[in-house]
């Protein structure tokens, strides 16, 4: 049983950036496949990114890409998604998720191919 804990999230004015980290406990994280989605009020859980088990790819939703970058440090036990540029759309809960998976060829992006998630941390960017 893995357990995901998300902090970072806030307050941020329009064009700011802000760093998400998401630590995970009681699994090897280095076999997990890990990505991070997000929820507007009102609206569906959307894919952001993800990134394979050793950090050797990554993907990204069209809405984010060039603007959001996930990483990860194994040693750690952590996944980060670095968030520049920062627009009101953006505002949201934040939610890692984990899938165990250890391979470089498919990079999961939908919710049911997760099988842990933590419990969301909210970023506000005003504008």
């Known amino acids: 049983q893995v357990q995901l804990v998300e902090s970072g999230g806030g307050v941020v004015q329009a064009g700011g950036s802000l760093r998400l980290s998401c630590a995970a406990s009681?699994?090897?994280?280095?076999?997990?496949?890990m990505a991070w989605f997000r929820q507007a009020p009102g609206k569906e859980r959307e894919f952001a990114a993800a990134i394979t088990f050793s950090g050797g790819s990554s993907k990204y939703a069209d809405s984010v890409e060039g603007r959001f970058t996930i990483s990860r440090d194994n040693a750690k036990n952590t996944v980060y998604l670095q968030m520049n540029s920062l627009k009101p759309e953006d505002t949201a809960v934040y939610y890692c998720?984990?899938?165990?998976?250890?391979?470089?060829?498919?990079?999961?992006?939908?919710?049911?191919?997760?099988?842990?998630w933590g419990q969301g941390t909210q970023v506000t960017v005003s504008s």
């Open positions: 009681g699994g090897t994280f280095s076999s997990y496949a």
């Open positions: 998720a984990a899938d165990y998976r250890r391979t470089e060829y498919y990079i999961p992006i939908h919710r049911n191919e997760y099988d842990y």
